[in-house]
């Protein structure tokens, strides 16, 4: 692994299911997040952590949770997906120096 | 909490020309306003920041300016390419933490 990946790529899903994305990074960054994309209106915090064992809800979290065992892990859970959670999920790390965010390659989940 | 409008949506130019990009944050307290392009289909990318400490910060074509008694921010791009197309997002945040985003700008640079 290198760098941030995400899982899976894209996923059909649906509503009512319950999904999980992934996401992985071995930069043993501290600080993680998770933002949802729309066109028309950017990219919008669901969830971070701070560091492992701690997490924080961000603009959008209803019908999200996430959790942070480790550092590096910080998976994503719909528990009951619905159509309006159609989007393109980013994970992103931070750098605690720069402050640059990295983000994975993105999830396209559409939940019919 | 924070939130960043940006202007325009959309921008087109012609190769070589100038373009900018305005953003305007609420929070005062704010201190670290970052640049990201995203090129279509790919994920988005710091191409440029600023902290509030500093006025202006250059970086080749790209170049990004700070007012903080106005709360507002820009990003320049001169000599404008074709590679340079792409959607652009501002940021703001405190001390790093918990970026909240503009919703874009989709630059397109016209040969």
């Known amino acids: 692994i290198a760098g941030i990946t995400q899982a899976p790529t894209s996923q059909i899903l649906a509503a009512g299911r319950r999904m999980t994305l992934r996401c992985t990074q071995d930069?043993?960054?501290?600080?993680m997040y998770w933002y949802r994309q729309d066109l028309g209106l950017g990219l919008r915090l669901i969830h971070y952590s701070n560091t492992a064992g701690t997490t924080g809800k961000g603009e959008v979290p209803d019908g999200y949770s996430v959790s942070r065992a480790n550092t590096d892990d910080f998976p994503l859970t719909l528990a009951s997906a619905v159509p309006s959670q159609t989007s393109v999920y980013f994970c992103?790390?931070?750098?605690?120096?720069?402050?640059?965010?990295?983000f994975g390659e993105g999830s396209r989940l559409t939940v019919l | 909490g924070e939130n960043v409008e940006q202007h325009p949506s959309t921008l087109s130019v012609q190769e070589g020309d100038s373009a900018v990009i305005k953003c305007t944050y609420s929070d005062s307290a704010s201190n670290y306003f970052p640049w990201y392009k995203q090129e279509l289909g790919k994920r988005p990318q710091l191409i440029i920041d600023i902290r509030s400490n500093v006025g202006e910060k250059k970086d080749q074509r790209i170049a990004v300016t700070l007012n903080k008694t106005a709360k507002h921010f820009s990003l320049h791009i001169t000599e404008t390419q074709p590679e340079d197309s792409a959607v652009y997002f501002c940021?703001?945040?405190?001390?790093?933490?918990?970026?909240?985003f503009g919703k874009g700008t989709l630059l397109t640079v016209n040969p």
């Open positions: 930069m043993r960054h501290n600080a």
């Open positions: 992103a790390s931070q750098g605690a120096d720069t402050g640059e965010l990295f």
């Open positions: 940021a703001a945040s405190i001390s790093n933490y918990k970026l909240t």
